[in-house]
């Protein structure tokens, strides 16, 4: 017995169609360009680095519409960025600014 489940599981197609298979056209590869950090100021990170608690309009760029605090890979942030991010969010939340739950 193989690993699939046994013989004829194999996953190579469906069993009884008639006629030739129907090929995908090759699609482009997707050039991804790389995110641009939101707390940046002239693509300088502005030094000390703080976001402020009481920006929630960017705070809420920063969040999605559940109210959590999205990912580096999803908003472009650096680690220090991401950081400043998460303690301004907090904070905004603790003063009651956001919401810790969204809609």
């Known amino acids: ?20 298979m129907a090929f995908r056209k090759p699609q482009k590869p997707k050039v991804r360009t ?7 100021v002239e693509g300088k990170r502005p030094r000390p680095l703080y976001v402020d608690y009481k920006d929630i309009e960017l705070l809420k760029k920063l969040t999605n519409r559940q109210g ?10 650096c680690a ?3 950081h400043a991010v998460t303690l301004a969010v907090k904070r905004a939340r603790f003063m009651a600014l956001l919401p810790y739950v969204g809609d």
């Open 1 to 20: 017995m193989s690993r699939a489940g046994g013989p004829g599981k194999m996953g190579f197609g469906k069993k009884g169609k008639k006629g030739a």
């Open 34 to 40: 790389k995110k641009k950090d939101p707390i940046a």
């Open 68 to 77: 959590k605090i999205l990912s580096r890979r999803k908003n472009g942030c």
């Open 80 to 82: 220090a960025s991401q």
